[in-house]
């Protein structure tokens, strides 16, 4: 008796744990799908990386952040400029398409790294920034056109 007792007791428990862990998997699951439709993707990438994106992405919009006289002086080729210290540069950005790939860059990974967030803030959803900016780009040996 003391046996059937006891395996009761175990299913009881068992099937109230079963019960449990399914809600909680389904919460979860439930919560995941949520997260996963408004996922921002803000990624720093090295400029081996920013290359291949871009290469591969014809939807990309690439932003060069610096001043006018240092986006004249040598950019990546397609870039827009869109100097970050410029008043219009929220005006300018709104221009972009939020939904498309936003890439970023500047002199040395500084002001992009602002552009970048303001960007977020502002509703896109992928933003990629180049790390160590176009200094870190020529120093891997590659291209910038003038």
Sequence with gaps: MKKITYILILLVTFQGCKETTEKDTS????????ASESQ???????????????GLDSLSQLVDVRTVEEYNDGHLSFATNYSITDEDFQKNAVSLVKERPVYVYCKSG?????ASKLLVDLG?????????????????GLPVVK
């Design 110 to 114: 500084g002001r992009s790294a602002r």
């Design 124 to 140: 896109f959803t992928q933003v990629y920034d180049l790390q160590g900016g176009i200094t870190a780009w020529q120093a891997a």
């Design 40 to 54: 921002v993707i803000l990624k720093i990438l090295s400029p081996q990386e920013f290359e291949a994106k871009i």
């Design 27 to 34: 919460e979860i699951a439930s919560e995941a799908s949520v």
